[in-house]
């Protein structure tokens, strides 16, 4: 069964870090972008960062650039989502997506999304 699930979220200080990871199974993890997006309570869902397939480039949305990392381990299937120096207004549900090889930051062509995972930053 094609599934993408997300882990890693929960509750962290101001200043804090996680690492946030999205599972995929049923299809091959390396012939995929995988993006990252957030959706704040009362705003639309934004993409927060993209890692594209073979060649492992990165994209970053202006707010998370040099305090987010996103990685990918395409053995294990899973990509991660380093987040350091949280702020609260990182807090949102984090969602990961998949979209056929090339990265972007808009939710356009990006499918097969995971259910979220909860990220709140407050002290």
């Known amino acids: 069964q094609l599934q993408l699930v997300e882990s890693g979220g929960g509750l962290v200080q101001p200043g804090g870090s996680l690492r946030l990871s999205c599972a995929a199974s049923?299809?091959?993890?390396?012939?995929?972008?995988i993006g990252w997006f957030r959706q704040a309570p009362g705003k639309e869902r934004e993409g927060v960062s993209c890692?594209?397939?073979?060649?492992?480039?990165?994209h970053y949305a202006d707010s998370v650039k040099g305090r987010f990392a996103i990685s990918r381990d395409d053995a294990k299937k899973t990509v991660y989502l380093q987040m350091n120096s949280l702020k609260p207004e990182d807090t949102a549900i984090y969602y990961c997506?998949?979209?056929?090889?090339?990265?972007?930051?808009?939710?356009?062509?990006?499918?097969?999304w995971g259910q979220g995972t909860q990220v709140t930053v407050s002290s």
């Open positions: 890692i594209s397939s073979f060649t492992g480039s990165e």
């Open positions: 049923g299809f091959t993890l390396g012939n995929y972008a």
């Open positions: 997506a998949r979209r056929t090889l090339f990265c972007g930051l808009s939710e356009k062509g990006f499918g097969s």
